[in-house]
């Protein structure tokens, strides 16, 4: 392999929600671009409603020379609000979005002209052809509202037919789980990239309390660990940084074509990794 090719990073970050939290990413991006990102992507809130930050913050990650994608769900969304929302992006200079279904605020009801990620998917590639580098959600642990594992499956064939051409994970500590689904999908003639999701582990009660929302497994060795630990941050993050690294060398060493890193608008985590892992610059 020519040593000149970087092993390709992502980094995920929110739209910040006061002034000083845009003045906090700002100099976390700057730290972050030490490792060279393919691309920063950036949330969108439930039902669209950080919308105005998110295109506020991909604006930023574009005046400083980084590309940046946009995250795009459109659950609750009508056609031309998204074809509207689309021709802003353009304008903008965005080139790559990551096309979800997204969830309804609470208290809505299941409106909107789009009801699975893959209608969004075909919907932009007959408005806008091949403006967009389009990105789409797989889950090797099983998306945590499907009836089972193979229309999990079928529902991510669905989106890379309808005209993916990438996919990222939610996050995992499981190797076998992505390489799995790599598998299965491969077995359904689905050809596009799956590249792995990372969640850096920071805190043990934030980690748990996202990952009982979005149906994301914590092995059970590690949560006895992190539970072990109790407030003791220092060895959660030292335990935390150890765990990921390990994954991280394992999805490599596997054929993962990238890692993706979700790094809830912090860098140290996410650098020492990189570091561990001679992807920083």
Known sequence: MNSTVRFPVSI???PPKTPEGVEKLRVVRQQLYALMPEFCSVTFGAGGSTQEGTFSTVRDILS?????ASHFSCIGATRAGVREQLATLKAMGVKRLVALRGDLPSGYG???EFHYASDLVAF??????????IEVAAYPEIHPQAKSAES???????????????????????SDAYFRFVEDADALGVQIPV????????????????SDACGAEIPR???LRLLGFGDDTASIKAFGLDVVTDLCEQLRAGGAP?????????????LEICQRLGLAA
């Not at 590249?195 to 996202?210: E, K």
């Not at 990238?258 to 996410?270: C, D, K």
Request: negative net charge; hydrophobic residues 45%.
């Open 12 to 14: 995920e970050f929110f």
């Open 64 to 68: 400083e020379g980084v590309s940046a």
């Open 110 to 112: 299941t409106g909107g």
């Open 124 to 133: 932009i590639r007959a408005e806008m052809s091949d403006d967009f580098y």
């Open 152 to 174: 999990d499956l079928k529902a991510f064939a669905a989106k890379a037919q309808a005209g993916a051409n990438s996919a990222i994970t939610q996050y995992f500590y499981n």
């Open 195 to 210: 590249v792995p999701g990372i969640m850096p582990i920071a805190s043990s009660s934030q980690l748990m309390r996202f």
């Open 221 to 223: 060795w590690i949560r």
């Open 258 to 270: 990238g890692l993706h890193f979700y790094s809830m608008n912090q860098s140290a985590a996410t």
